[in-house]
Every structure is written in structure tokens, then in C-alpha cells.
């Protein structure tokens, strides 16, 4: 079965520490995407991974992705509080549809 | 582009009436999929078209819900009869399938059935 799962689920953090947020996935992937949803709001794509190794950055948050180890990780640095969101991974293999995570709440703490 | 357009953005309904939600894809995408997001159940995918067609409506809940596909630059998201369960937030999604640029989003339809 086709299992997406993110840790943590909910995620608080001080301004200014860092932190990451896991996303395993069950099958293989050939793209694995990473969204954010502000309260209320859509969802925005961040990054597309492509291939094993690769690494994405736009500021303060950085995703990569190893497909041997079926995991993708987006990393958050030195937090400020207009990250405060839910971040989804989102996975992708040929013709199947995206899979989504089940989502991390992300709550940065002044 | 004025990207995915959905409307209403807000609905309140009485339970057992017809509700109709409405999707304008992004110019040139050739797939369209409708997603339920509730906390509960976190984003559901209810069906998915690809060229206009159905590709896979496993997600649809029951009979009740519907979704069609006309042309290329519209799709509806039919309830009939409507259900106090149904209250959630319906996004449409709009994708070019040869591409890697994933899905884009419309605003959603928080939808509230009393």
C-alpha cells in the first residue's frame, strides 16, 4: 500500500533555531514535491525534487531528497515567524497521481 | 495567467439541497483534479481528469457527488443531495501531465452544509 507519512505532525520552534521536517514514502518516486498552506489559504508549491541527491534551497528552507532511502527532508533555518504554515510533501511516480503527506503544522514561537 | 480559478469561494447550504462547485483550470493543462481537505481526513483526492476524461474517481465518497468535465477550460464538482459530512474545503488542481511542475491550486470553496 502506498503510504506517505510526514513527522513530526505538529512542530513548534523558536525564532531563530533550526529544524526539520521528514517525509518517508512507501513505493518509489520519480518527483517528490513539498507545499506549503498558510491558515485559510491554498497551497503553494515550494520545490520539486527530481532525482536521488538533489537539493533545493530558497531561503531559509532547503529540501532534498534521497529515493534510495524513500525520504525527503525539508529543513528550516534559523526560523523567523512568517514560516508559520503547514508543509505537505507530496509524492509522484510515472502516471499515478501526486499522494499527498499527511502534513506538518509548523509554529514558530517568538 | 490568473491561475486556477474556483467559485464560489464560500458556500452555506441547508442539508439535502443541490450544491454545484465550479473550476476554471489554467490555460493549457491538460489534467484537473478536485481534493476534499478536512481536518480529520487531512487533503482527499476525489477524482482526477486527464484530457477532459475521468481518469480515476475512486475518491469519490458515494453516489452523491459527481464531477464533469466538459471542455478543457471547465469543470463541476456536483452534490446532490447535500449532508452536514460534506462541509469541508474543496480545491480544484491543475497540471500539465509531461511536466514536472506539479499541481497549482485554486482558492478552494469552504463549503458548510447545515
Known amino acids: 500500500e502506498l503510504k506517505v507519512e510526514q513527522n513530526p505532525l505538529f512542530l513548534s520552534m523558536q525564532e531563530g533555531k533550526n529544524y526539520t521536517i521528514y517525509c518517508n514514502y512507501s513505493t518509489t518516486s520519480d518527483r517528490l514535491y513539498w507545499y506549503r498552506q498558510d491558515p485559510g489559504k491554498s497551497l503553494e508549491s515550494l520545490f520539486v525534487?527530481?532525482?536521488?541527491?538533489a537539493v533545493k534551497q530558497e531561503g531559509r528552507l532547503m529540501a532534498s531528497l534521497d529515493t534510495k532511502a524513500r525520504l525527503s527532508t525539508l529543513h528550516i533555518t534559523a526560523a523567523v515567524h512568517d514560516l508559520s504554515a503547514t508543509y505537505f510533501c507530496a509524492r509522484h511516480f510515472g502516471n499515478e497521481k501526486l499522494t499527498f503527506g499527511t502534513g506538518t503544522r509548523l509554529t514558530i514561537i517568538p | 495567467d490568473a491561475g486556477v480559478i474556483q467559485s464560489p469561494r464560500h458556500e452555506v447550504t441547508e442539508m439535502g439541497q443541490e450544491v454545484t462547485l465550479r473550476c476554471k483550470p489554467i490555460?493549457?493543462?491538460?489534467?484537473l483534479f478536485w481534493y476534499r481537505q478536512t481536518m480529520m481526513r487531512g487533503l482527499e483526492l476525489l477524482i482526477y481528469f486527464n484530457n477532459n476524461v475521468p481518469i480515476d474517481d475512486s475518491g469519490m465518497p458515494e453516489d452523491r457527488f459527481s464531477a464533469k468535465m466538459p471542455n478543457a477550460s471547465f469543470s463541476t464538482l456536483k452534490i446532490q443531495p447535500s449532508e452536514p459530512r460534506d462541509s469541508a474545503v474543496y480545491f480544484c488542481?491543475?497540471?500539465?501531465?509531461?511536466?514536472?511542475?506539479?499541481?497549482?491550486f485554486g482558492s478552494g470553496t469552504r463549503l458548510t452544509v447545515v
Open positions: 525534487l527530481l532525482s536521488n541527491g
Open positions: 490555460s493549457g493543462h491538460n489534467s
Open positions: 488542481a491543475s497540471s500539465f501531465s509531461d511536466r514536472d511542475n506539479g499541481y497549482t
